[in-house]
């Protein structure tokens, strides 16, 4: 089928438009009257009045947060076995199907008899990571997670956005499911593989 093309006319802007002034004031009148509009109503709501009225409420973050969906895409973790080991079997299957080419495995033979690989160092540089969620999908085993509900992964440096094995391991699930990283960055100030120990 031959592609249609379609020509929009836009409506030149006014002189009013062009200056810009009408449309700032415009904006400053909707801030206030929405700025005098909720405070009255809060107020109000002080002294047990006007409660049919709800005024709008801003999220005090980062003292208050907002609940997240159980499906939302957060920072990731590692699953583990009950002994505390990785659960992931290195088959670079995240690390082939991540479009933003941030997840880098290197594998090691297993001698425990859980699985006959597991990653000698696995790192995810966050700084490029766009949380598609595709290394979650792809895993075969459940060993890559992003349900630990956080958030603010901020950094000084980009190396700093930089997760290693230890840090994606390094976490406990609460009775009410939630999850607590208890990494505090380890591995920034513990090189995980014996190639950066030996630097
Ligand atoms: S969420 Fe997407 S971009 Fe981030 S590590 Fe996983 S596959 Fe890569
Ligand atoms: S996290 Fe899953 S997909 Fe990625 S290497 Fe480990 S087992 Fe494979």
């Not at 509009?37 to 709800?54: E, I």
């Not at 801003?58 to 076995?81: A, F, G, N, S």
């Given at each position: 089928?031959?592609?249609?093309?379609?020509?929009?006319?836009?409506?030149?802007?006014?002189?009013?438009?062009?200056?810009?002034?009408?449309?700032?004031?415009?904006?400053?009148?909707?801030?206030?009257?929405?700025?005098?509009?909720?405070?009255?109503?809060?107020?109000?709501?002080?002294?047990?009045?006007?409660?049919?009225?709800?005024?709008?409420?801003?999220?005090?973050?980062?003292?208050?947060?907002?609940?997240?969906?159980?499906?939302?895409?957060?920072?990731?973790?590692?699953?583990?076995?009950?002994?505390?080991?990785?659960?992931?079997?290195?088959?670079?299957?995240?690390?082939?199907?991540?479009?933003?080419?941030?997840?880098?495995?290197?594998?090691?033979?297993?001698?425990?008899?859980?699985?006959?690989?597991?990653?000698?160092?696995?790192?995810?540089?966050?700084?490029?990571?766009?949380?598609?969620?595709?290394?979650?999908?792809?895993?075969?085993?459940?060993?890559?997670?992003?349900?630990?509900?956080?958030?603010?992964?901020s950094a000084e440096s980009r190396d700093s956005m930089v997760y290693r094995k230890e840090d994606l391991l390094?976490?406990?699930?609460?009775?009410?499911?939630?999850?607590?990283?208890?990494?505090?960055?380890?591995?920034?100030?513990?090189?995980?593989?014996?190639?950066?120990?030996?630097?």
């Amino acid at each position: 089928m031959p592609a249609r093309t379609v020509t929009v006319t836009r409506r030149p802007l006014t002189l009013i438009e062009r200056l810009y002034v009408g449309e700032l004031l415009r904006g400053i009148l909707i801030t206030s009257k929405i700025f005098w509009v909720n405070l009255w109503r809060h107020s109000l709501h002080r002294v047990g009045l006007g409660k049919g009225k709800p005024a709008m409420a801003t999220i005090l973050y980062p003292e208050v947060k907002r609940p997240l969906p159980d499906r939302y895409r957060t920072r990731h973790r590692l699953m583990k076995l009950e002994d505390g080991t990785e659960r992931c079997v290195a088959c670079m299957m995240c690390e082939t199907v991540c479009p933003a080419y941030c997840i880098e495995i290197v594998a090691e033979e297993r001698t425990d008899g859980y699985t006959e690989k597991r990653p000698r160092s696995f790192v995810i540089d966050l700084g490029k990571c766009i949380y598609c969620g595709n290394c979650v999908e792809v895993c075969p085993c459940d060993a890559i997670r992003m349900d630990t509900k956080i958030l603010e992964v901020s950094a000084e440096s980009r190396d700093s956005m930089v997760y290693r094995k230890e840090d994606l391991l390094n976490w406990e699930e609460l009775p009410d499911g939630s999850v607590v990283d208890l990494s505090h960055r380890a591995s920034l100030r513990k090189p995980d593989t014996e190639e950066a120990a030996a630097k």
